[in-house]
């Protein structure tokens, strides 16, 4: 059971990290246009010729797999258990909606990642479906895959309601993979309850407005 919660965190925070540099680099798709497109293809670029972030997409892969998988181990596990024990029901009391439906919150977002790969990853990395142009530089028009989705309304609210899952899957994850790794004491929990809180809701916020903003330029 250790071993298993330990790859969840691990994983786990591998992805807040991730999350974290594509929330940055995302970020310049706010800025205008003539300014945003070629700083987002030619990062895009480096990022995609880079044979050292080329490892660290497969280590990116493997990640979302085995979190997926082994949480969905554990989530079966404290089924069968919950049924059984007095113990676990006592502590629902204690515990929040997030930390009772994480196996839902991460199946949702899996959903979306699984569509977004589709958006984005598929289209630029794999060469499926509608061709992806150049821009004047000469790099592939990754700022044009974005804006042109983020034209369409209904991408844009999906792309945004689905970051309220998101934000409470990382509250309560972040907070959990700590205290898997060690960091249990009072004090420690208060801070990493603060942190928690704070990551988790620009994640969310800044993810989720993103496409709004998109949508209006
Ligand atoms: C405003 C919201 C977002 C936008 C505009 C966006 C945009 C993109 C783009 C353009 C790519 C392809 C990059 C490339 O190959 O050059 C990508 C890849 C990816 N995105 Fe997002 N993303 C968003 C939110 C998210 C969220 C919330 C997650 C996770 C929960 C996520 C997970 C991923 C993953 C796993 C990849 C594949 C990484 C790779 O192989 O390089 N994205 N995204």
């Given at each position: 059971m250790f071993f298993k919660k330990s790859i969840i965190a691990l994983t786990g925070l591998f992805l807040c990290i991730f999350l974290i540099?594509?929330?940055s680099a995302n970020s310049i798709l706010v800025l205008p246009e003539e300014m945003a497109r070629g700083l987002y293809n030619s990062y895009?670029?480096?990022l995609r010729e880079s044979p050292l972030i080329k490892v660290v997409a497969y280590v990116l892969y493997l990640s979302i797999v085995l979190h997926a998988v082994y949480a969905l181990l554990i989530t079966l596990n404290n089924r069968r258990a919950?049924?059984?024990s007095?113990?676990?029901n006592r502590n629902r009391e204690?515990?929040?909606w997030a930390s009772q439906n994480m196996g839902l919150l991460g199946i949702t977002i899996l959903l979306f990642i699984v569509v977004h790969l589709a958006?984005?990853?598929a289209r630029i990395k794999l060469g499926m479906g509608e061709e992806v142009g150049?821009?004047?530089d000469g790099n592939?028009?990754?700022y044009e895959v974005t804006y042109s989705l983020f034209q369409n309304i209904y991408y844009v609210c999906f792309y945004s309601i689905l970051m309220i899952p998101l934000g409470l899957h990382l509250h309560h994850g972040l907070k959990s993979a700590f205290m898997t790794l060690g960091f249990y004491n009072r004090k420690w929990l208060r801070i990493i309850s603060k942190v928690s809180l704070i990551y988790a809701a620009i994640m969310a916020i800044g993810f989720g407005i993103i496409p709004f903003i998109v949508f209006l330029k």
């Open positions: 540099v594509h929330l895009s670029t480096t919950k049924s059984k007095y113990s676990l204690n515990s929040t958006n984005f990853w150049l821009d004047t592939v028009d990754v």
